[in-house]
Every structure is written in structure tokens, then in C-alpha cells.
Nanobody, 121 residues
Framework: QVPLVESGGGLVQAGESLRLSCRVS????????MGWFRQVPGAEREFVGA???????NYGYTARGRFSISRDSAKDTVHLQMNSLKPEDTGVYYC???????????????WGQGTQVTVSS
């Protein structure tokens, strides 16, 4: 399993922005996709978005238009820029890596420990 180290979570007010980062601590196949899932209270784990090794990103429904994912392949790092945050975005955000870039969580074979994002109203 590839260790993933997340950073950037915290407490913000509604309408503000937050940037999460995830660094691969080790080696990954160059073809691996990287992305983010989130677990909000009372809901199923949800796909936020992912980016392929070539930099093509796709997003879950709630992330479109507000969130963006970027990847620095040279540094094995992926970022999640979250704008116009809402209280319902509150939850634990998990970085993932694996031979995929879609919304199927079982495809990802590496998961970070999670970072808490709290958005106050």
C-alpha cells in the first residue's frame, strides 16, 4: 500500500475557500490516478473528484463548478481547491490513489488517513 499524506483541512466560514494537498510518500506507478472522496455526517462516502496521470480531471456532482483538482506529477502531489464552501461540505476528506480516476471507491488501493473540513454558517 502506498502511504498518502494529506494536509490543509481546517475550519472556515461559508463562502470561503480551502485547499487540500496530498503527497504520495513512496512510489506509485506512473499511470495511477489520484483524487478525493469525502464522508459527510449521515451520508455515504462520496466521490469528490480525481485526476489521471495525464492531468485529466473529473468531478462528482457536488464538486462541479466549485472545486478543482490539480496534480503535480513530478512531486507526486495532488491538490483540491475548494471555493464557495457550504456548511454541507463539512466532513472528512480522503485522498486516494489507484489504477483508476473514476467514482468507484473499490478501485483505489491507497487511502489517506483523512483530513477534517468544517464549514461554519
Amino acid at each position: 500500500q502506498v502511504p498518502l499524506v494529506e494536509s490543509g483541512g481546517g475550519l472556515v466560514q461559508a463562502g470561503e475557500s480551502l485547499r487540500l494537498s496530498c503527497r504520495v510518500s513512496g512510489r506509485t506507478p506512473s499511470t495511477y490516478g489520484m483524487g478525493w472522496f469525502r464522508q459527510v455526517p449521515g451520508a455515504e462516502r462520496e466521490f469528490v473528484g480525481a485526476v489521471t496521470s495525464g492531468g485529466v480531471a473529473n468531478y462528482g456532482y457536488t464538486a462541479r463548478g466549485r472545486f478543482s483538482i490539480s496534480r503535480d506529477s513530478a512531486k507526486d502531489t495532488v491538490h483540491l481547491q475548494m471555493n464557495s464552501l457550504k456548511p454541507e461540505d463539512t466532513g472528512v476528506y480522503y485522498c486516494v490513489a489507484g489504477p483508476c480516476s473514476g467514482a468507484v471507491s473499490a478501485c483505489y488501493n491507497a487511502w489517506g488517513q483523512g483530513t477534517q473540513v468544517t464549514v461554519s454558517s
